[in-house]
Nanobody, 128 residues
Framework: QVQLVESGGGLVQAGGSLRLSCAAS????????MGWFRQAPGKEREFLAA????????YYADSVKGRFTISRDNAKNTGDLQMNSLNADDTAVYYC?????????????????????WGQGTQVTVSS
């Protein structure tokens, strides 16, 4: 089973950018699609973005489309989430997650329950 560790969170001013990274180990990274989620206090875990195994297709939530970019490097067993134009509503704990294989349905990637491996999360705080 693949293990995931996020990094890159921190405090940033509104309008700024952060780049989160997810390092994978213990499995064949290229066999997993990846997703990024976040969870703010008192709220449900929210889908942000997903990327297929080869990186040839990506999916985004409307709330981050045009601001966030998901990518991966299978040679390095890493995945990234570039976040631009951050605002206070983006404050949350951010998680990367792995799901085995590729899926044709956009909706499949949006459900947290589909993912079987999760990182511990990294805090992102946006000050206004």
């Amino acid at each position: 089973q693949v293990q995931l560790v996020e990094s890159g969170g921190g405090l940033v001013q509104a309008g700024g950018s952060l780049r989160l990274s997810c390092a994978a180990s213990g499995g064949t990274f290229s066999t997993y699609s990846m997703g990024w989620f976040r969870q703010a206090p008192g709220k449900e875990r929210e889908f942000l973005a997903a990327i297929r195994r080869s990186g040839n297709k990506t999916y985004y939530a409307d709330s981050v489309k045009g601001r966030f970019t998901i990518s991966r490097d299978n040679a390095k067993n890493t995945g990234d989430l570039q976040m631009n134009s951050l605002n206070a509503d983006d404050t949350a704990v951010y998680y990367c997650a792995a799901i085995y294989g590729d899926y044709s349905l956009d909706s499949y990637y949006r459900a947290p329950a589909r993912y079987y491996s999760w990182g511990q999360g990294t805090q992102v705080t946006v000050s206004s």
